[in-house]
């Protein structure tokens, strides 16, 4: 092995060491109240969605080594910005319709659940059957709370 690299290795391994310095917040707020939903939408809810889009984020181990620990808190963020289940109810009705349209329309082009969490996370791919699961029941709940 040449110098160079020797080198580079070395600087690489001492900087990975550092940046472990940099912890992130993994802590889950107070679940406010989930959203209502039947029992197997809810269930698939839990298991696809539910760790970015709830305050009941399993952090996995990896979640402790940095730098991919950044990447998991900065996707738990932006899931609970976009949409965050734990506090639907304080949504008002007109932001709920554009968040359950958002979301079957990510849902039924594929964006949702991300590919790379499915491709470590099996349990979130979604079928055929699921996904036309959640665009039915996003469909009812659109209707129950207005045009």
Not at 15 to 37: K, Y
Not at 74 to 89: A, I
């Amino acid at each position: 092995m040449s110098r160079r690299l020797r080198a580079a290795l070395g600087a690489l391994a001492g900087l990975l060491v550092v940046v472990q310095g940099f912890r992130i917040d993994r802590t889950n707020p107070p679940v406010e109240q989930d959203v209502a939903a039947p029992a197997s939408v809810e269930a698939l809810l839990r298991h696809a969605c539910y760790n970015c889009h709830s305050h009941e984020t399993v952090w996995p181990w990896y979640s402790h080594v940095a730098p991919v620990s950044w990447l998991l808190a900065h996707d738990v963020s932006e899931g609970r910005r976009e949409l965050d289940f734990s506090t639907w109810t304080a949504y008002p009705p007109a932001r709920k319709i554009r968040k359950l349209r958002k979301s079957a329309d990510e849902v039924a082009k594929g964006k949702m659940p991300p590919w790379y969490y499915a491709l470590v996370h099996p349990e979130a791919r979604l079928t055929a059957a699921e996904r036309a699961m959640l665009d039915a029941w996003t469909a009812e709940a659109i209707g129950r709370l207005g045009p």
